[in-house]
């Protein structure tokens, strides 16, 4: 069971808004930044957003991220296909010295 | 073109050992941080180990403390992860991931190999 909540499955119509929440705890989310990553079918994990809030160069600004306390979230908006993936979040755990990735959340494109 | 590559997978036998190796090329290593992260068949994904920049002390995940030993060639732009006293459990595709820490923080794990498959098995 991972430190960091996710909910297993989320999904969408095209177009929609939708978002992923990740809880954690005041060792981690509350004392860290939160990543999140996008893993697509049999490739690598992507970065999509960094320190919270921060979209790296080329990822679309209909991904965006958030945080307050000790829970952070992602937000999709004008879903489209292709979004269909997984998404971790992440974050530094100061009590364990150790990175902290989230369960997963499964989304699908309806 | 910055890339990392992982080599060294395979299949072994439950307490078998195996070198896993990613290579850098675009970038020099000893300026990013560097993790390693597996994601085992239908599971999600798991941090196993970093070599930070501040501190010459590495970390490890609790499950693979003890067993697994992170080094790095400067020489050769490349990092290493042995794995000892391997289990069916280690079982997982390989990534090796930078992470940009520079400017007094860190940008998340922007840059990842190709992953290598490593299955322990009898």
């Known amino acids: 069971q991972s430190v960091l909540t996710q909910p297993p499955s989320a999904s969408g119509t095209p177009g929609q808004r939708v978002t992923i929440s990740c809880s954690g705890s005041s060792s981690n989310i509350g004392r860290n930044t939160v990543n999140w990553y996008q893993v697509l079918p049999g490739t690598a994990p992507k970065l999509l957003i960094h320190s919270n809030d921060q979209r790296p160069s080329g990822v679309p600004d209909r991904f965006s991220g958030s945080k307050s306390g000790t829970s952070a979230s992602l937000a999709i908006s004008g879903l489209q296909s292709e979004d269909e993936a997984d998404y971790y979040c992440a974050t530094w755990d100061s009590s364990l010295n150790n990175w902290m990735f989230g369960g997963g959340t499964k989304l699908t494109v309806l | 073109e910055v890339q990392l590559v992982e080599s060294g997978g395979g299949l072994v036998q439950p307490g078998g050992s195996l070198r896993l190796s990613c290579a850098a090329s675009g970038f020099t290593f000893t300026n990013y941080v560097v993790n390693w992260v597996r994601q085992a068949p239908g599971k999600g994904l798991e941090w196993v180990s970093q070599?930070?920049?501040?501190?010459?002390?590495?970390y490890y995940a609790e499950s693979v403390k003890g067993r697994f030993t992170v080094s790095e060639d400067s020489a050769k732009n490349s990092v290493y992860l042995q794995m000892d006293s391997l289990r069916a459990e280690d079982t997982a595709v390989y990534y090796c991931?930078?992470?940009?820490?520079?400017?007094?923080?860190?940008?998340?794990?922007?840059?990842w190999g190709q992953g290598t498959l490593v299955t322990v098995s009898s």
């Open positions: 991931a930078r992470e940009d820490c520079s400017g007094g923080s860190c940008h998340g794990f922007d840059v």
């Open positions: 070599i930070p920049r501040h501190t010459r002390a590495m």
